[in-house]
């Protein structure tokens, strides 16, 4: 592979025009398509498989009515102190807004009367009473016009003394991420310039990572009407894509400026960085696609749209890596300037200052490594970086270093114990909020259960009294423990199917809520084995509560495959069965200390304020499986990156020690660039008004964080100097049965880069 690579590389430099050409050309197009394509309807959203969506399903087929998607508004009034909203003057008024917003878009399919008769939508003591108003098209379709005319009604009605709030998914607004993202990608600047010490050396990432989610965002725009994607679908590519893009454009420019600094010409450079670094992108990118489009597994249509639309852009971004970089490094001649100080290099050869000697094994040209006088020892004073006083440090001392880690993230892992799982509902949103304040007077007036009514649908066809046997099921169903009230069976045209409004006494995220859906279909089954009817239970509550058990009993199976996969792939990058194992449980830990994060931030309110966390609740449902999926491959792009460079050290010759530090010397200053520029794209989520996407952003942030920084630069190290040469240990049988990949470069080798065995194993002592 890093002889395929270094010609790619080798060519692209060369024929950088073609190469330019060809990625804007491609933006280009991707830019025209999404502007031109259709507005993408809302993504359907279903759960194959779940009982809920087998309800919804049945509906649709018979009584599409009751199955309608649309938009939907509450439309809470509560009479002032002293009032009821049954008084003629209160009354008259909520009936001339309900009037108002039916007839105040041409969108809207009905808004209810809460005094009609076969509505009941007055609290038992009179004072609130709500307005059910549905739409003919999803939130997402709804104009701006329909979404201003339904606020200026409420407006108008709350001027009249009355308390009037909004809640459903009509006011939805389309999630944004404010100046935070923009900071985020300032902090990526900063940082590549402090690391490369180069406005145009730093600059290259950042418009090439700009390139590729541009080019994959407007893919997925373009795309999204006819593939059914969903408004999180851009948003996980854009984060993924840009995260990605950043740090393998950083390691292949890195390396580039290290092949400079060995005295090669820039285009054998360019071709070497391509070679060496590029194959450590390829490898990289291949487990974050694995763990992307291993999404798939957990078969919730929205989520794997999501991974397969983010690892397109993740593949996109390791292609546009071992391409354009090259190409835009051939544009940039000497303005990118090889690894060292200011003056270090020039032409080829090192201007060493008055009296400096040349640094061991520099070479003096481009062709053999220099002959040093003496060799450089652990006691010899040498310029070292903080990576390698870093990395002598935890090679000394490797078990304080790996019990001190892993205390560390075990007591960030602790809050994990008590992590609750749920889909945010108006509960979860803001105080502050019109949605969270009608959630309340609906909670307060009636019961907390009516904010999350469950739909039973029974299936009465071929029973033989149909309606004898919906009347049962409402009795058994009213018997039930948590229920407040029951309506009776409506029935479809056909009378085959009948269905009923289950109102719980706990809200819809409760336990007891769970408990009650799982006591009705318990009781089902009874039915069932009786008289042949089927009874299921749906509904937004149902379904929510449908997602999170799939999702958990996903989560094994989907972390069996993934890891496994990956540490298949490993195994061939590193020729070692330690070393991918050690990744994998190293992995684990991140993820488990990220995991209790969340859950002190988002669950238990710890610095909540700080990351703008006004309710705390639930942790999301699918913020478990998602972060195994994503931090699992961003965390072995780390572990690559940096035992990459030890075992290319480690086959050149040096002990397993020696092998570490020069990993570290190497590695270390890139590894932590790449990590705080990704943490800082990921944080600039946190600023999303999407309770979601602001609950992502800052797992993935503090993951990279725990991962990055703990994991690979601590526990990852102690634990190669623990297993000293066992660390690279391979079965003979397994060694002749592995494809010869060839990611440290060793093909790219010549005579003369072999240099002396011994002298290359004094380069580094420890």
């Given at each position: 592979m890093a002889t395929f690579l270094y010609k790619l590389g080798r060519l692209a430099f060369r024929r950088r025009h073609f190469v330019a050409l060809i990625w804007v050309a491609l933006l280009t197009l991707a830019g025209v398509g999404a502007?031109?394509?259709?507005?993408?309807?809302?993504?359907?959203?279903?759960?194959?498989?779940?009982?809920?969506?087998?309800?919804?399903?049945?509906?649709?087929?018979?009584?599409?009515?009751?199955?309608?998607?649309?938009?939907?508004?509450?439309?809470?009034f509560k009479a002032p102190a002293g009032e009821k909203v049954t008084d003629p003057a209160n009354k008259a008024e909520i009936r001339k807004t309900v009037a108002e917003l039916k007839s105040g878009s041409d969108q809207v399919a009905s808004a209810a009367d809460p005094f009609a008769p076969h509505v009941k939508a007055v609290s038992k003591d009179g004072t609130t009473a709500y307005a059910s108003v549905t739409y003919k098209v999803t939130s997402i379709e709804l104009t701006d016009d329909s979404r201003d005319a339904l606020e200026k009604?409420?407006?108008?009605?709350?001027?009249?003394?009355?308390?009037?709030?909004?809640?459903?998914?009509?006011?939805?607004?389309?999630?944004?991420?404010?100046?935070?993202?923009?900071?985020?990608?300032?902090?990526?600047?900063?940082?590549?310039?402090?690391?490369?010490?180069?406005?145009?050396?730093?600059?290259?990432?950042?418009?090439?990572?700009?390139?590729?989610?541009?080019?994959?965002?407007?893919?997925?725009?373009?795309?999204?009407?006819?593939?059914?994607?969903?408004?999180?679908?851009?948003?996980?590519?854009?984060?993924?894509?840009?995260?990605?893009?950043?740090?393998?454009?950083?390691?292949?420019?890195?390396r580039y400026r290290a092949e400079l600094a060995e005295g090669r010409e820039r285009e054998d450079a360019a071709g070497r960085a391509v070679g060496t670094a590029g194959s450590a992108v390829v490898f990289a990118g291949l487990t974050v696609v694995?763990?992307?489009?291993?999404?798939?597994?957990?078969?919730?249509?929205?989520?794997?749209?999501?991974?397969?639309?983010?690892?397109?852009?993740?593949?996109?971004?390791?292609?546009?890596?071992?391409?354009?970089?090259?190409?835009?490094?051939?544009?940039?001649?000497?303005?990118?300037?090889?690894t060292g100080e200011k003056g270090r290099l020039l032409g080829g050869r090192k201007k060493s200052g008055a009296g400096a000697p040349a640094a061991q094994g520099a070479p003096a040209n481009g062709n053999a490594p220099?002959?040093?006088?003496?060799?450089?020892?652990?006691?010899?004073?040498?310029?070292?970086?903080?990576?390698?006083?870093?990395?002598?440090?935890?090679?000394?001392?490797?078990?304080?270093?790996?019990?001190?880690?892993?205390?560390?993230?075990?007591?960030?892992?602790?809050?994990?114990s008590g992590l609750e799982l749920g889909l945010p509902d108006d509960g979860?949103?803001?105080?502050?909020?019109?949605?969270?304040?009608?959630?309340?007077?609906?909670?307060?007036?009636?019961?907390?259960?009516?904010?999350?009514?469950?739909?039973?649908?029974?299936?009465?066809?071929?029973?033989?009294?149909?309606?004898?046997?919906?009347?049962?099921?409402?009795?058994?169903?009213?018997?039930?423990?948590?229920?407040?009230?029951?309506?009776?069976?409506?029935?479809?045209?056909?009378?085959?199917?009948a269905m009923l409004s289950v109102v719980p006494s706990s809200k819809p995220s409760g336990t007891e809520t769970e408990s009650l859906v799982h006591a009705i279909r318990d009781e089902a089954k009874t039915v069932k084995a009786d008289s042949g009817a089927d009874v299921?239970?749906?509904?937004?509550?149902?379904?929510?509560?449908?997602?999170?058990?799939?999702?958990?009993?996903?989560?094994?199976?989907?972390?069996?495959?993934?890891?496994?996969?990956?540490?298949?792939?490993?195994?061939?990058?590193?020729?070692?069965?330690?070393?991918?194992?050690?990744?994998?449980?190293?992995?684990?830990?991140?993820?488990?200390?990220?995991?209790?994060?969340?859950?002190?931030?988002?669950?238990?309110?710890?610095?909540?304020?700080?990351?703008?966390?006004?309710?705390?609740?639930?942790?999301?449902?699918?913020?478990?499986?998602?972060?195994?999926?994503?931090?699992?491959?961003?965390?072995?792009?780390?572990?690559?990156?940096?035992?990459?460079?030890?075992?290319?050290?480690?086959?050149?010759?040096?002990?397993?020690?020696?092998a570490i530090v020069t990993g570290f010397k190497h590695g270390a200053r890139v590894v932590s660039a790449a990590a705080v520029i990704m943490i800082a794209v990921f944080a600039g989520f946190i600023g999303s008004s999407e309770q979601m996407v602001k609950m992502i952003g800052f797992g993935l942030?503090?993951?990279?964080?725990?991962?990055?920084f703990i994991v690979r630069m601590a526990l990852v190290p102690a634990v190669l100097a623990l297993l000293g040469r066992g660390a690279w240990w391979l079965p003979k049988w397994l060694d002749r049965a592995l494809p010869n990949v060839d990611v440290e470069g060793e093909g790219l080798r010549t005579p003369a880069d072999q240099g002396d065995p011994d002298e290359k194993r004094e380069l580094v002592g420890v």
């Open positions: 502007a031109s394509a259709p507005t993408a309807a809302s993504s359907s959203f279903s759960i194959p498989g779940t009982e809920a969506q087998k309800a919804f399903d049945l509906l649709e087929q018979r009584a599409p009515e009751a199955s309608a998607d649309g938009a939907n508004a509450r439309v809470v009604t409420t407006e108008d009605a709350r001027g009249d003394g009355m308390t009037v709030e909004v809640g459903g998914d009509a006011l939805q607004a389309m999630p944004h991420t404010g100046a935070t993202e923009i900071i985020g990608i300032a902090v990526a600047a900063v940082v590549l310039v402090i690391t490369f010490g180069s406005l145009v050396a730093a600059g290259l990432p950042l418009l090439t990572a700009l390139i590729g989610v541009g080019i994959g965002v407007s893919s997925i725009t373009a795309l999204a009407d006819a593939l059914d994607l969903g408004t999180t679908t851009s948003t996980l590519a854009m984060m993924i894509g840009l995260a990605v893009g950043i740090d393998y454009a950083l390691f292949i420019v890195s694995i763990a992307l489009v291993g999404l798939a597994v957990v078969n919730i249509p929205m989520l794997t749209k999501m991974g397969f639309a983010a690892a397109g852009t993740v593949a996109i971004a390791v292609l546009i890596a071992l391409t354009m970089i090259p190409a835009l490094l051939g544009y940039a001649g000497g303005k990118v300037k090889p220099a002959k040093a006088n003496t060799p450089v020892s652990a006691n010899t004073p040498a310029k070292e970086n903080l990576g390698t006083r870093w990395a002598r440090f935890v090679v000394r001392r490797p078990v304080a270093v790996l019990l001190l880690g892993v205390l560390g993230l075990g007591a960030a892992a602790v809050p994990v979860a949103q803001p105080t502050s909020t019109t949605q969270r304040k009608a959630y309340d007077l609906i909670a307060d007036g009636f019961g907390p259960g009516y904010n999350g009514p469950l739909m039973v649908v029974s299936d009465l066809k071929g029973v033989a009294d149909p309606k004898g046997e919906a009347a049962a099921v409402q009795k058994t169903i009213s018997g039930l423990d948590d229920v407040l009230s029951v309506s009776p069976p409506q029935y479809n045209k056909a009378g085959d199917t299921m239970v749906t509904g937004t509550t149902a379904m929510n509560i449908d997602v999170s058990q799939k999702l958990n009993d996903a989560l094994l199976p989907y972390l069996a495959l993934v890891v496994g996969l990956a540490f298949l792939l490993l195994i061939v990058v590193f020729r070692s069965v330690l070393v991918p194992l050690k990744a994998a449980l190293g992995f684990l830990l991140s993820v488990l200390a990220a995991l209790g994060a969340v859950v002190a931030v988002f669950q238990w309110g710890w610095l909540g304020s700080l990351f703008g966390v006004e309710q705390t609740g639930p942790i999301m449902s699918m913020m478990p499986i998602f972060m195994v999926g994503v931090v699992f491959g961003l965390a072995m792009d780390y572990e690559v990156f940096l035992v990459t460079r030890m075992r290319e050290a480690y086959v050149h010759g040096e002990s397993p020690h020696d942030a503090i993951a990279v964080f725990f991962d990055a």
